[in-house]
């Protein structure tokens, strides 16, 4: 059940009009009251023909006459709406009286029992779904009522609410998440065909703009690129203080376009908070000083794959902050993971894009709680963002495929670790959206990983029966626990496969394996195979593919005293 209290207005006969007219699209069915300050002795325009609203509009704005002209409040209206879930039943107006009783003494509107001097108010049903209740916000001895944070005490409210009425229980907010679309906005989106209102195309575009940008001039130009129109406040000093975007077809009724600040699009993309992402906190940059030698710079990244393989390195170091770093630390690893599922959906491949982008936006949620990130930490992942966005698209076969399928299963643990994490801490509406851009990110990895699992799978066919043999034994030595499930799935050959490419890579297949299992939960995967190739092949720096992976591996070098073997003792970095 969700409450809204809208902003307040100046017209309680213009709000009228609107509660008892046909609605923008005819959609207000048999307008009434259902609960009043009288107890519905108010009169009810939508089905006492004798009533009108030119009545109700009087009775509720009586108090206002008890203060002089000069002393009456000019936005005097106060206005709630409260809407159950679409799969809750349908309310009768008896149930939908005691809540509107319920939120108006919750918000201090009217106290009830407790002072009998609340605010007029009526409450309006013209819909199964929702009612909406009109205050005047002057009591009746003439004072001003105490209705401070009204919207969290309905929220607060409306939980116990559901509880009582077994309703779909919606999980407790934090203040932290970004503004919802109105209900006209919501409306227009649909007049004008759109997929999403316009609030959320700009939103999605901004968190785009800003993943892996590396300072403000990149980000605005990101946003000019993406074609949207944009409004600077600029201080009197020529400073930058802010920034207003606007979709270039999204017009009000003077054809004017309908700008939104960064700030009401989310919390985190007002400029202030943007900025933090460009500056190194002084510990951070303390912490960075202090770790050892120099390290040298990153290699420039040659390619879609390259970025990818990077990538997903940055996503494994980030999982192990997240479940062992500060809180702080975690929380900006999580926030900079949501600007790496932006730059993968921005340069993902068709089959993929659309779950891709499913879990980005859902994810953003996840990334603002009431635990400050501490910027500075989460460079590694903000700059795989940025390597994501300057490869350019990625192929969507071939390395680019298989780089693109390792990286969305790092991703997906990433985002178990994030609502794990959340979860602890009972933050529920992150922890909530964290699992379901997991399950976006699980779709995706099914249409990202078919291909190149299957050219695996096919490698490890070609193996020579006496190498498949030693890889079950290596399996069933190192994971017994584990062996049996694995040898069933239909991925083990490309396992077998890739135990066999580490293995002439020089590398100790069984310290691998015995490396990668236990690192993350694998209870949440669909297939403990294709995670455990996915590690190994990072962790070996193996090719996401290998060069030919429809030839026929060569013979095993113990039975070919003839070949040059590998050297044995050399580890993965």
């Known amino acids: 059940m969700i409450p809204r209290i809208h902003k307040q207005g100046s017209s309680t006969r213009g709000l009228l009009n609107y509660l008892y007219g046909k609605g923008t699209r005819d959609e207000h069915v048999d307008p009434h009251l259902v609960a009043s300050f009288d107890h519905l002795m108010a009169p009810d325009p939508g089905r006492d023909p004798s009533a009108t609203k030119e009545d109700l509009q009087r009775l509720l704005d009586q108090p206002l006459h008890l203060l002089d002209a000069d002393q009456r409040p000019d936005q005097h209206v106060w206005h709630c709406s409260v809407r159950t879930a679409a799969t809750d039943r349908i309310l009768s107006d008896e149930e ?65 609410i559901e509880k009582e009425l077994g309703l779909h229980q919606v999980a407790p907010g934090d203040g932290t998440a970004a503004k919802r679309a109105t209900s006209a906005e919501r409306h227009k989106a649909e007049r004008t065909g759109r997929e999403r209102t316009a609030r959320e195309e700009l939103r999605e575009t901004v968190r785009r703009a800003v993943a892996g940008a590396t300072g403000q001039e990149e980000f605005f130009d990101r946003l000019a690129a993406a074609g949207l129109l944009i409004r600077k406040r600029v201080a009197p000093s020529g400073d930058l203080l802010g ?6 077809d999204d017009r009000n009724k003077d054809n004017e376009p309908v700008f939104y600040s960064g700030s009401t699009l989310a919390p985190d993309l007002s400029l202030p908070r943007i900025r933090e992402r ?31 393989r990077r990538a997903t390195a940055a996503t494994w170091q980030a999982l192990l902050i997240i479940d062992h770093g500060s809180n702080g630390a975690a929380a900006a690893q999580i926030a900079a993971a949501g600007e790496v599922l932006d730059a993968l959906a921005k340069t993902s491949a068709a089959h993929t894009r659309t779950e891709l982008r499913e879990a980005a936006f859902a994810f953003e949620r996840a990334g603002r709680s009431h635990i400050r990130a501490v910027r500075g ?36 643990f990433l985002a178990i670790a994030a609502a794990n994490w959340h979860a602890k801490r009972h933050h529920s509406q992150q922890a909530a959206t964290a699992r379901q851009a997991a399950e976006h990110l699980r779709a995706a990895y099914q249409a990202a990983g078919t291909e190149p699992m299957a050219a695996l799978c096919q490698h490890g066919h070609r193996l020579a029966p006496h190498i498949r043999q ?58 403990v195979s294709d995670v455990l190739v996915w590690r190994l092949r990072r962790s070996a720096h193996l090719p996401a593919l290998p060069e030919n992976p429809h030839a026929t591996p060569a013979r095993d070098h113990r039975h070919n005293p003839s070949s040059t073997a590998p050297p044995r003792n050399r580890r993965p970095t």
């Open 96 to 160: 939908w009286k005691g809540i509107a009783r319920r939120i108006v003494a919750a918000t201090g509107i009217d106290p009830g029992d407790v002072d009998d001097a609340g605010c007029r108010w009526a409450a309006v049903r013209h819909a199964d779904d929702h009612i909406h209740i009109i205050a005047t916000l002057v009591r009746e001895d003439g004072r001003r009522p105490d209705h401070h944070r009204s919207g969290r005490r309905a929220q607060a409210e409306c939980r116990l």
């Open 243 to 248: 920034y207003k975007v606007a979709l270039p």
């Open 278 to 308: 460009w500056t190194l906190p002084a510990e951070a940059a303390a912490a960075t000083d202090n770790s050892g030698p120099e390290q040298p710079a990153l290699p420039p990244v040659t390619g879609p794959a390259f970025a990818r």
């Open 377 to 412: 930490h989460d460079r590694a992942l903000r700059q795989a963002a940025r390597d994501l966005v300057h490869s350019g698209p990625a192929l969507g076969r071939g390395e680019d495929g298989a780089t693109t399928a390792m990286l969305i299963d790092m991703v997906f």
């Open 470 to 527: 030693r890889q079950t034994g290596l399996l069933q030595q190192v994971l017994p626990e584990l062996a049996e499930q694995v040898l069933a799935e239909a991925g083990w050959p490309a396992l077998a496969a890739t135990l066999d490419d580490a293995h002439r890579a020089g590398h100790d297949p069984a310290a691998l394996l015995a490396e990668a299992a236990p690192r993350r939960e694998l209870d949440t995967a669909d297939s």
